[in-house]
């Protein structure tokens, strides 16, 4: 049986995985008669936790990661401006611009936090956000709080966005050596036949030399896992999907985004679900498939009518 805890890898995004690699290879040197028992393996796994490194400072020091953020933060400025100016239009004197505040705050609630979601997580709910505040529906709307010019900077913005995504994707493709998961392939391996090593030589140690080492290693194992691991996976299947309204028909592709809940708490657009729209522009029946995301699998098809 292993006295060190198993480090589940599989959890751990690139950065992670190697901040932890480094930090056992500090408790290494740090201790030399356990680095002595991984001798065999240790000048290989040094060469791979160098490889490693390379690649991961490499992605972090592309051209275009600052760039990158420098945009999605504008973009966050952007939602939060246009969250803003919603909300204090609530408070309007005039009747007209108070109501259309309010269908405007229903609509904006229903993306949930869009600063907080992933890249492309963002991008998604920030296509059809534009798409909505520019459709029959919501046009007028948005023009009589003055937000038009917000949602065409807004517009700007995302595009910009998805080129800089683009060309950072197309650099890193371009990049034939081996790729972070090769090395994980090669690396992890590699670690456990150190940790067998350290393990099967601790079981014969009588005067402690192992003891602090891996007591210290486990503390590790623990706060890594618990900060990378990633929660079971549920079925959205199960989840309660509030009836839409009848929709106007107005030509053009309508895409209203059903309230989601599951076990009680609200899903969020794009990071808890996707939509995939079918006739969905002509009047009659049409249909929405919510298709689970992130932790949630499944998928779940409801209907509404344009009339």
Request: charged letters at 25%.
């Amino acid at each position: 049986m292993s006295i060190i805890k198993v480090i589940l890898f599989r959890y751990m995004r690139g950065e992670a995985h190697l901040q932890y690699l480094v930090l056992f290879d500090q408790l290494l040197v740090e201790f030399p008669d356990v680095k002595a028992a991984v001798a065999a393996y240790y000048d290989a796994f040094i060469l791979l936790l160098a490889q490693e490194k390379k690649i991961v400072d490499m992605k972090r020091s592309s051209d275009y990661t600052q760039r990158i953020s420098d945009v999605d933060n504008r973009d966050d400025r952007l939602i939060t401006g246009i969250k803003e100016i919603i909300n204090a239009s609530l408070h309007h004197f005039d009747s007209a611009t108070v109501a259309a505040a309010q269908s405007l705050a229903l609509r904006m609630k229903a993306f949930g936090d869009i600063p907080a979601k992933s890249y492309e997580e963002e991008v998604a709910a920030i296509d059809i956000l534009i798409t909505d505040l520019k459709s029959t529906e919501y046009v007028q709307k948005v023009c009589r709080l003055g937000l038009m010019p917000w949602v065409q900077q807004l517009l700007s913005s995302v595009t910009e966005f998805k080129e800089l995504l683009r060309l950072r994707n197309i650099e890193q493709s371009e990049k034939p050596n081996e790729t972070l998961q090769d090395i994980r392939n090669q690396i992890e391996p590699l670690y456990r036949k150190m940790i067998g090593a350290i393990d099967a030589a601790s079981f014969i140690d009588t005067e402690g030399k192992y003891t602090e080492f891996i007591k210290r290693l486990n503390t590790q194992v623990t706060y890594f896992n618990d900060h990378n691991h990633r929660p079971a996976r549920k079925n959205i299947k199960t989840a309660n999907v509030e009836p839409i309204s009848v929709q106007q028909y107005t030509g053009k592709a309508i895409t209203p985004i059903p309230l989601v809940r599951f076990e009680g708490s609200e899903l969020s657009f794009a990071k808890d679900f996707t939509l995939i729209y079918k006739n969905n522009v002509n009047r009659g029946v049409a249909t929405i498939g919510i298709v689970g995301k992130g932790i949630y699998t499944g998928k779940i098809v409801v209907t509404f009518n344009i009339e």
